[in-house]
């Protein structure tokens, strides 16, 4: 390969050269017709290496869905090849007893003329677990050899830990992973309510001393995608008002979600004249890529004043009839809230839309009678 380079960059130096007269002869306007030409040639042929490497991974998984073990192999780099001692056996081990029915390939690394590059897909696999299809990332390395072909590198495709086939695991093995994720929920949940809170901590105290700029430095990225004007959108949901503090009072979810609610307790003075009042928010806090944790900052609309300390009396609420033919959402994989929006932020964005639906008419009914409203889209509560 890098003998080839070499002679292309000898003759073409040659031809640079022997150009630079020709060149001189054209006009103005032929030389800028001349790189036009020029640099659509260039990007044709990037597009058309970009789309050699798509489908060398694209081939990979339409062979696995067929169950082509062959036609998987001859994809596969020859240097994993000849590492491996039984490329068919290493190669089904790998894939072990999963089966893609969806491929989405996203981006391509590096530059046109490299030999190496890595290629992003999400895939809905099937991991014949009886837990049904889920979806999967993968980041495939691909490599142009000395037949100018793109091959890749099978073990990119590995089931990670969470995916392994418990079934195949012997009692020994089964308690070793056992014993392994309780230790790291053990670490995990040491730190994971205040890497939480910590934020949302630090924005009320911004909030306290009307400091806009780092309240939205603290503010979810996607919150900030759909607002026309972050700056104006955060002063509208803020309305005037000041916390005079702050308290939390429960936390929703698990360590590992990527998404939780926070219900907080908080004296807002909405500098009106009045005393200040004790109000709840249900704040939504998003991890994102960088895995730190952000304010959805729509949690904390205006909202009623609460009594803590006033006991609520137990009664079955009844749907008001107004409402009865109100479509509302949920998660059936477990969901336990429901929803006005089916894709509400606060719901992982792998269920969304949601496909669970009923009327509010039904609330009562089971299943649906044990969940309860998002006030992050408004569900409209019994």
């Known amino acids: 390969m890098k003998k080839i380079i070499a002679l292309a960059m000898a003759l073409a130096l040659l031809f640079t050269a022997a150009l630079a007269e020709d060149l001189s002869s054209l006009s103005d306007t032929e030389l800028m017709e001349f790189y036009r030409r020029v640099g659509e040639e260039g990007e044709h042929r990037g597009l058309r290496e970009k789309q050699e490497i798509l489908d060398c991974v694209n081939s990979f998984f339409s062979c696995w869905f067929a169950g082509n073990t062959e036609g998987m192999l001859n994809v596969c780099s020859s240097e994993w090849m000849s590492s491996a001692e039984d490329p068919g056996e290493e190669l089904l081990a790998i894939l072990g007893n999963r089966k893609p029915l969806n491929l989405t390939l996203g981006e391509v690394s590096g530059e046109y003329g490299d030999d190496f590059r890595i290629v992003s897909c999400r895939v809905i696999m099937d991991n014949n677990d009886g837990k049904g299809p889920g979806e999967a990332e993968f980041r495939i390395e691909v490599t142009r050899e000395e037949d100018e072909k793109w091959y890749m590198d099978p073990t990119c495709v590995k089931a990670s830990v969470k995916d392994q086939d418990l079934a195949a695991l012997s009692d020994e093995e089964l308690e070793e992973l056992a014993e392994g994720?309780?230790?790291?929920?053990?670490?995990?949940?040491?730190?994971?309510?205040?890497?939480?809170?910590?934020?949302?901590?630090?924005?009320?105290?911004?909030?306290?001393?009307?400091?806009?700029?780092?309240?939205?430095?603290?503010?979810?990225?996607?919150?900030?995608?759909?607002?026309?004007?972050?700056?104006?959108?955060?002063?509208?949901?803020l309305a005037n008002r000041i916390p005079r503090d702050m308290e939390i009072k429960n936390m929703d979810g698990d360590p590992a979600d990527t998404s939780r609610i926070l219900t907080i307790h908080t004296t807002i003075d909405r500098q009106n004249g009045k005393e200040p009042q004790l109000y709840l928010f249900q704040v939504t806090m998003v991890r994102e890529g960088d895995g730190k944790w952000y304010v959805d900052p729509r949690g904390l609309n205006p909202t009623l004043a609460v009594e803590d300390e006033l006991p609520v009396p137990e009664v079955t609420p009844v749907p008001d009839a107004g409402l009865a033919d109100t479509v509302l959402y949920y998660v059936p994989e477990g969901g336990e809230k429901y929803h006005v929006d089916p894709n509400c932020p606060t719901v992982n964005d792998k269920f969304t839309p949601m496909q669970g639906t009923f009327l509010y008419g039904q609330l009562n009914d089971e299943p649906y009678s044990g969940l309860r409203p998002c006030p992050v889209c408004g569900a409209p509560e019994r």
């Open 181 to 237: 994720i309780r230790e790291e929920m053990g670490k995990r949940s040491l730190t994971a309510d205040e890497d939480i809170s910590a934020p949302l901590v630090r924005f009320f105290g911004y909030w306290s001393v009307s400091d806009m700029d780092n309240m939205l430095e603290l503010c979810g990225t996607e919150w900030k995608k759909t607002a026309a004007d972050p700056r104006t959108e955060l002063f509208r949901i």
